[in-house]
T-cell receptor, first 113, second 112 residues
């Protein structure tokens, strides 16, 4: 298996622009997680899905952030409008079952100017 | 809330030195405990785990023992290599909560 695939790997955009990050989980995994990593706050869980249904979005910082999972093989994290403080590395991770190993993608590094 | 606290870095060591990274946890239930490693430019990878008290997780020469009495899960390696340079994260999850809560991460640099 190719692992969790994220795109883009790097994104540089200007404040106010819309940003869409994409994730393809490992086939057969029924849990998908979006994390954000910054130097100041470490790793923060933003939202997670089970069988394509959002279960807990309490970590989503603001209404500017939204996430979808239209099917078992694809998820998006959207920021609209983006702000400089959104600059971070965003990780997608997937897992099979409630207690399985969590597999991370390589991350999407976002820079908002 | 449930959380982990791990030793702040950065930690710089010479090759073949002994490494310890402290991790303590706070949880209302009986968590599973994990160590993840992040190599430069990559995502996190599971290094080892323990699911109940007194369990020892081990992998790649690293070990950690789940100590309920001290609520700790310290990571150790007896002889580090340059290739062990990475950021190490302690994490926990509860059986009734499918999320993983991560510590702040400890940056380890091993010099030849």
């Amino acid at each position: 298996d190719a692992g969790v695939i994220q795109s883009p790997r790097h994104e540089v955009t200007e404040m106010g622009q819309e940003v869409t990050l994409r994730c393809k989980p490992i086939s057969g995994h029924d849990y998908l997680f979006w994390y954000r990593q910054t130097m100041m706050r470490g790793l923060e869980l933003l939202i997670y899905f089970n069988n394509n249904v959002p279960i807990d979005d309490s970590g989503m910082p603001e209404d500017r952030f939204s996430a979808k999972m239209p099917n078992a093989s694809f998820s998006t994290l959207k920021i609209q409008p983006s702000e400089p403080r959104d600059s971070a590395v965003y990780f997608c991770a997937s897992r099979q079952g409630s207690a399985g190993e969590l597999f991370f993608g390589e991350g999407s590094r976002l820079t908002v100017l | 809330g449930d959380s982990v606290t791990q030793m702040e870095g950065p930690v710089t060591l010479s090759e073949e030195a002994f490494l310890t990274i402290n991790c303590t946890y706070t949880a209302t239930g009986y968590p599973s405990l994990f160590w993840y490693v992040q190599y430069p430019g990559e995502g996190l990878q599971l290094l080892l785990k323990a699911t109940k008290a007194d369990d020892k997780g081990s992998n790649k020469g690293f070990e950690a023992t789940y100590r309920k009495e001290t609520t700790s899960f310290h990571l150790e390696k007896g002889s580090v290599q340059v290739s062990d340079s990475a950021v190490y994260f302690c994490a926990l999850s509860l059986s009734n909560d499918y999320k993983l809560s991560f510590g702040a991460g400890t940056t380890v640099t091993v010099r030849a």
